[in-house]
């Protein structure tokens, strides 16, 4: 099912990171640049940021601040600030979450094998400090024919 990532490039390949089935990888050892406590974490981020980046949760549909925002500029990661996607590679996938045919850096994010809820999918987190961002999917547009499909409150955002 995943070929078409491995063949195009889009896994980001991670030193202590073991490669899984399918091209997806696992962390080892990975040592995030950003680290916190959890008490830190809910601290500085709002509980919905929380339960999304530190927790793996999910965003109801049609409800973030970002999936039908057109303004150009650039999204980063809610709890460390590092540039994720920008404007020009996001599209409208009538999912009702902001989605982006790629990142907007090779070592931007890192794709995961998740296992959870009796599916296998590719989770996206932040290389920077390990955030939980949402899943990608092969299902998106040229040029990648990849979707991210990102959690709007695990970004913000800055006008250009």
Known sequence: MWKKLALIGALLVVGGCAARPGGAQTPARHTFPVVHSEAEWQKQLTPEQFE???QKGTERA????YFNNHDAGSYA???CGQLLFTSTDKFDSGTGWP???RPAG????LELVDSSYGMERVEVECSNCGGHLGHVFEDGP?????????NSASLSFKKQ
């Open 106 to 109: 090779a070592k931007a994010v």
């Open 52 to 54: 999304i980046l530190r």
């Open 77 to 79: 990661c809610a709890g």
């Open 62 to 65: 049609f409800t973030g601040a």
């Open 142 to 150: 040229k040029p990648t024919g990849l979707r991210y499909c990102i």
């Open 99 to 101: 989605s982006f045919v």
